[in-house]
C-alpha cells in the first residue's frame, strides 16, 4: 500500500482487496458451518479461502433452492497479486485455482454435487467468468453491487476434470489436511489476481 501511494497510483487501480484483515475473520472459523482453508508454500502462506455451508442455496434453474459452499473470501496473498502500476509480478501463480478446487471438493463432500457460489470483486470477475467458467447473475438484492457467480454441477464437474493445481494445503484451525504435492511455481500460470468479494 505504500509503495502504491509512493509512486501516486491512483485508488481506483489499488487491489479491492486491501482493507481486508484475516486476523478479524479467524473468530469466525470456531463455527462448525465455517471453514478456513490456505496453500502454505516455501514457509510462507499463498493464499487463504473461508466457505460457508449454511444459509446460502443454488439459484439455478436445475437446483434451485438447495444447500451449496459459498465462498465468503478468497484471496492470494500480497505478493502474489500482479500490479502493473509498480511492476510487481506475481511470486506464485493458480493460487486461486487451487483454492477454488479445494471448494468444489468440499461441495463433493458435503454432499452438495459441487455446488459453489460467491459474490466477486470486479476486478476478480473474469477470473471466475473465463477462468472457473462460472454462471454470473446481475446484482441484486443482498449482494449489494456485486455479482454473483455459481458452479451448475456439470460445471464444477469440468472444472475438477481440468489441469490440477496442486501444493501444500493446511485448515486455518490449525492441524494439516493434506501433505505437499508440488509447488505453485511450476503449475499452469492462467489466472489474474482473484477476490471474491469484499467485506470487513
Known amino acids: ?43 510462507d502462506w499463498q493464499g487463504a479461502m473461508m466457505t460457508r455451508t449454511v444459509v446460502h442455496y443454488s ?16 484471496e492470494a496473498a500480497p505478493w502474489n497479486w500482479p500490479i502493473a502500476p509498480i511492476n510487481q509480478q506475481r511470486r506464485f501463480k493458480g493460487v486461486g485455482v487451487m483454492l477454488m478446487r479445494e471448494a468444489v471438493k468440499q461441495s463433493v463432500g458435503e454432499g452438495f454435487h459441487g455446488r459453489v457460489g460467491l459474490h466477486a470483486l470486479p476486478q476478480a470477475e473474469r477470473f471466475y467468468r473465463e477462468v472457473c467458467g462460472m454462471t454470473a447473475f446481475e446484482p441484486g438484492p443482498g449482494g449489494g453491487p456485486l455479482v454473483y457467480f455459481e ?36 503449475n499452469p500460470r492462467e489466472n489474474p489476481r482473484e477476490n471474491p468479494r469484499g467485506g470487513s
Open 59 to 74: 439459484r439455478l434453474d436445475d437446483d434451485s433452492g438447495k444447500p451449496l459452499v459459498y465462498i465468503d473470501f478468497l
Open 1 to 43: 500500500m505504500a509503495e502504491l501511494s509512493r509512486k501516486g497510483v491512483a485508488r481506483r487501480s489499488w487491489p479491492e482487496s486491501l482493507h481486508w484483515d484475516w486476523s478479524r475473520k479467524a473468530p469466525e472459523l470456531e463455527l462448525l458451518a465455517t471453514r478456513g482453508i490456505g496453500i502454505f508454500c516455501e514457509q
Open 151 to 186: 458452479f451448475a454441477r456439470a460445471q464444477a464437474k469440468r472444472f475438477l476434470g481440468g489441469d490440477a493445481h496442486e501444493g501444500a494445503r493446511k485448515d486455518l484451525r490449525g492441524g494439516t489436511r493434506g501433505h505437499p504435492r508440488g509447488n505453485p511455481r511450476g
